[in-house]
């Protein structure tokens, strides 16, 4: 089976609503390759190793949450750019990248794919009306648990050790998180009455805010947060469309 790109890109365009988003890099088809897609490989970021296991496995496009052509980037093509972009053009294969689209949609997006996977139960949201809906989301826990042994959750589901800034509540049940750098959300959360607040990354100033406002405070990785939705949205791409998909994970400690 296969399907036009033209197609393809059209459909994930309307189902992630790709134009609600004044984002940082374009989404939605950043390189055009070959016009039938029989193949797709998914993961977080648009490197080149990924590229690299793209070509291998003879996929047509690569799907990712970042992809290239950041704002404020410099846009010559030259050194780790180049390479990148010369192995993707002459292997002919497109590049498609969703990021604010494809943590926001709320069936395949990072957030609640990653509530699932943390046995969340989605309450609500705490942006609801701002340029933020969609991203910042508050549930509770299936139980109670203390801050520690919410890291040990964290880090069984997650297979990775998160960073924890413990606050001033003996048991947490009420939490809220968006994946990736989110840090600079964490007093919105705490204005809200959460008793934790996880995300993928840390600053600095986070620690202060975290002890001043006795949140709980999880930075449980950029990579490992955001690895949920792109699995989803191929997961999706494969039942719609009944082509070939894969999920490849180029390991991240970030």
């Known amino acids: 089976m296969s399907i036009p790109l033209s197609e393809l890109t059209a459909y994930l365009d309307r189902l992630l609503d790709a134009g609600r988003f004044d984002d940082y890099a374009p989404n939605g088809l950043q390189v055009e390759g070959r016009a039938e897609v029989r193949r797709i490989v998914g993961g977080v970021s648009a490197s080149h190793a990924l590229i690299e296991q793209a070509i291998t496995w003879g996929a047509d496009v690569v799907i990712v949450h970042h992809g290239w052509f950041w704002r404020g980037e410099d ?4 050194g780790i750019r180049r390479q990148r972009m010369k192995a993707l053009l002459c292997a002919d294969l497109s590049l498609l990248a969703y990021h604010l689209p494809l943590d926001a949609h709320p069936e395949l997006g990072n ?5 699932r996977v943390l046995d969340i139960d989605i309450t609500g949201e705490l942006a609801a ?8 989301l508050r549930g509770r826990l299936s139980a109670d648990m203390s801050g520690q042994e919410l890291a040990h959750h964290l880090a069984r589901r997650l297979a990775r050790d998160p960073l924890h800034v413990a606050g001033d509540r003996a048991e947490v049940r009420e939490v809220a998180w968006c ?3 989110a840090q600079d959300y964490l007093e919105l959360a705490a204005a809200a009455g959460v008793h934790a607040f996880i995300t993928g990354e840390v600053s600095e100033r986070t620690t202060h805010i975290a002890r001043e406002t006795g949140v709980h405070f ?3 990785g950029h990579h490992a947060t955001e690895r949920y939705g792109v699995r989803a949205l191929l997961e999706h791409i494969k039942e719609k469309f009944a082509i070939e998909t894969r999920f490849i994970d180029i390991d991240n400690p970030v």
């Open 75 to 78: 846009p010559r093509v030259r």
């Open 111 to 115: 957030n609640v794919q990653l509530a």
């Open 129 to 136: 009306g701002r340029k933020e809906s969609g991203l910042l």
């Open 179 to 181: 994946t990736g750098a």
């Open 218 to 220: 999880y930075a449980a």
